[in-house]
């Protein structure tokens, strides 16, 4: 059974959205900073030549800092996303809709790049979800009240913020 959800502005779930990833970027920063430390401190092959600690701790904080570059390019492009209510889902729409199979409602910020991070906004959950998602792609375009077929599912828009 749904709850009644009373929607905030949608520049207030974008703006929690960009501090869920100022921490994350954060923990990335401070990830790659201690894996960088390691590594300097690991022993080379000249002192061990069964030893690949340094070029293990070399390898995880470049994949730290692939993480952390990633998350920035979501932040920049999450602070430049324009909100406008167009009537029909596009980028920046928060989108209402409806699981038909298991009738799930959820919520939906559609963003250029990312997805995936998930907010609590009067006690419903709202989720990033990028334009490259199957699900993104199918609504896009859509106005209240259709319903679209993905798989084997369908999905109803209900609303569009």
Known sequence: MERK????????????????????????????????????????????????????????????????????????????????RVGEVALGSLVKIEDRLNRDVKYYLVVSIGGGESILVNGQEITMMSVVAPLARALMGEKEGEVINLGDNSFQILEIF
């Open 5 to 84: 959800f009373k929607m905030v502005d949608k520049s207030k779930v974008k703006s929690a959205f960009i501090k869920v990833l100022e921490k994350k970027r954060e923990k990335l920063r401070k990830s790659v900073e201690k894996t960088r430390e390691e590594a300097i401190g690991a022993p080379s092959s000249r002192q061990t030549w069964s030893d690949t600690s340094r070029y293990q701790s070399s390898r995880l904080a470049d994949n730290i800092g692939s993480l952390l570059e990633e998350t920035e390019r979501i932040l920049n492009n999450l602070r430049t996303l324009r909100l406008d």
